[in-house]
T-cell receptor, first 117, second 115 residues
């Protein structure tokens, strides 16, 4: 079956531009996570959705970052007024359901590599 | 505080050697999960294994095996008879049931297997 897909795969933005990154989770997966991975580092949590509800946004680095999942499937991560420090790979992951063993394994998309010039 | 430490930044081996990747974690929760993911050069994180905090049985899957020891807060990963295709960055991660299941990753270990 289809895995998690993300688009675009690569995005180059000039400093100050707004960007929108899309994530299409595995069909039927209730939970959706966004992570940021800087070069040479492990992914870091940004935000979490259960269906359309954003239950945890503690990892968003500033109010320039905003995520939504209005219909409980596709999610968009938006970054306003991009800065050079926003350059990273943005990973999306989904799981059937969080909190329950067997169902809580997160499956990752290929990521979007954002470069801010 | 939750933390995952992968002290080995990079390991190089020759094909057919065995290699062990170390992972040490910190958590205050009694119920948690540990994971290993593989990130090949293509960039996508590939799930390898999940372990819950109540199951300390070691696991073997083909050439891969995992050793979970709560006494030392470690969850080490061994590849037997390594192959060039095993070359990748390997991440250990922790999630806590009471913390929305978000994954806390280590900094990764880059494994290079030379022919």
């Amino acid at each position: 079956g289809a895995g998690v897909s993300q688009s675009p795969r690569y995005k180059v933005a000039k400093r100050g531009q707004d960007v929108a990154l899309r994530c299409d989770p595995i069909s039927g997966h209730v939970s959706l996570f966004w992570y940021q991975q800087a070069l040479g580092q492990g992914p870091e949590f940004l935000t979490y959705f259960q269906n359309e509800a954003q239950l945890d946004k503690s990892g968003l680095p500033s109010d320039r970052f905003f995520a939504e999942r209005p219909e409980g499937s596709v999610s968009t991560l938006k970054i306003q007024r991009t800065q050079q420090e926003d350059s990273a790979v943005y990973l999306c992951a989904s799981s059937l359901r969080s909190g329950l063993e067997i169902l809580n394994t997160q499956y990752f998309g290929p990521g979007t590599r954002l470069t801010v010039l | 505080a939750q933390k995952v430490t992968q002290a080995q930044t990079e390991i190089s081996v020759v094909e057919k050697e065995d290699v062990t990747l170390d992972c040490v974690y910190e958590t205050r929760d009694t119920t948690y999960y540990l994971f290993w993911y593989k990130q090949p050069p293509s960039g996508e994180l590939v799930f390898l294994i999940r372990r819950n905090s109540f199951d300390e049985q070691n696991e073997i899957s083909g050439r891969y095996s995992w050793n979970f020891q709560k006494s030392t807060s470690s969850f080490n990963f061994t590849i037997t008879a390594s192959q060039v295709v095993d070359s990748a960055v390997y991440f250990c991660a922790l999630s806590e049931v009471l913390n929305t299941d978000k994954l806390i990753f280590g900094t990764g270990t880059r494994l290079q297997v030379f022919p």
